[in-house]
């Protein structure tokens, strides 16, 4: 770890000092998931609910070729701002480093900057899956992949609703990844509690999860765990009122030929602007609801 060129907030590194329980959180949601300062507001926000669940939160990002480990309030201010910052996944994160570029950290490399860290779990927003129509693009996430490899337990309301369920579930399975619902049997699906899928398995409590991680790593089985939590009853889209604005959004970008890492992003603003902005208000109260789901079970894992 001395040969990484990680930094460490101040908050961040007294935590690991004293044996505190750690959040990673990702940074790609302040670069390209909202308008400034709507962007760092929140960041704050979902950090405040892990402080306030009893952990400590540490917003991943690489700054000028260094992983910082926790952001200061300067530097979270500064990156909410910043322009040509690179979408880092598993692809890209050594090019930006070797660069001494800026980059934000996708729930892939989040997932490898806080294992070197030595941080066991990550609270994001939802993961990366299968586009529809992946039996002709083949755009399938690099999310997927990591979580078979990194043992990292990541909590998030399920994979993107604007990805196809299904096959994300099929690609996981194959991959050996546990996708666990929490405190319920249907899988959530993001903006909506419940997708109409089946959760593969079911586990009711932060401890039950801690267990579970503890176990992978006692049997010696690589990658993490999926947790999908459902997004608050109050705050939920239906399923039933979002999946028209869905597949509106999706002809949208068919219409317009748009591909590859810019699908995402398009998506999103499509069904913000379909939803009148609740989609991000749904959006905020999923991530911070996973981030006090996180918050708890880092605190089951730090416990002898």
């Not at 770890?1 to 930094?7: E, G, I, R």
């Not at 529809?132 to 993107?160: C, M, N, Q, Y």
């Not at 996981?172 to 909506?192: H, M, R």
Request: charged residues 20%.
């Amino acid at each position: 770890m001395t040969d990484l060129p990680l930094a460490f907030s101040a908050e961040v590194a007294a935590a690991r000092a004293a044996g505190r329980p750690l959040v990673a959180l990702e940074s790609t949601i302040i670069t390209h998931g909202m308008p400034w300062p709507q962007n760092v507001e929140t960041a704050r926000l979902v950090e405040a609910e892990v402080r306030a669940t009893g952990a400590v939160p540490a917003t991943i990002a690489v700054l000028e070729g260094r992983i910082h480990i926790g952001l200061e309030g300067d530097e979270l201010d500064a990156l909410g701002q910043a322009r040509d910052v690179m979408k880092l996944s598993r692809a890209d994160l050594a090019v930006c480093l070797a660069q001494g570029r800026t980059g934000a950290t996708t729930v892939a490399a989040t997932m490898i900057c806080a294992h070197r860290a030595g941080i066991a779990v990550f609270a994001t927003g939802g993961i990366g899956g299968v586009h529809r129509g992946a039996e002709r693009s083949f755009d399938i996430s690099a999310d997927l992949h990591e979580l078979a490899k990194t043992p990292v337990t990541v909590v998030a309301a399920g994979a993107k609703a604007i990805l196809d369920l299904d096959k994300t579930l099929e690609v996981l399975e194959t991959l050996g990844v546990p996708v666990i619902a929490y405190g319920q049997d249907a899988l959530p699906a993001f903006w909506s509690r419940d997708s109409g899928l089946p959760a593969p398995l079911r586990l009711d409590s932060a401890e039950a999860i801690a267990a579970a991680h503890r176990m992978r790593a006692t049997l010696g089985l690589e990658g993490g765990q999926l947790v999908a939590n459902p997004i608050p009853e109050a705050d939920e889209i239906p399923r039933a009122e979002i999946v028209p604005v869905i597949e509106a959004a999706l002809a949208e970008a068919e219409a317009r030929d748009i591909a590859a890492k810019a699908v995402t992003p398009f998506l999103l603003a499509q069904i913000f602007e379909r939803t009148q902005g609740r989609s991000l208000v749904a959006n905020i109260a999923l991530v911070r609801n996973n981030a006090r789901l996180a918050a708890r079970i880092a605190a089951a894992l730090a416990m002898p």
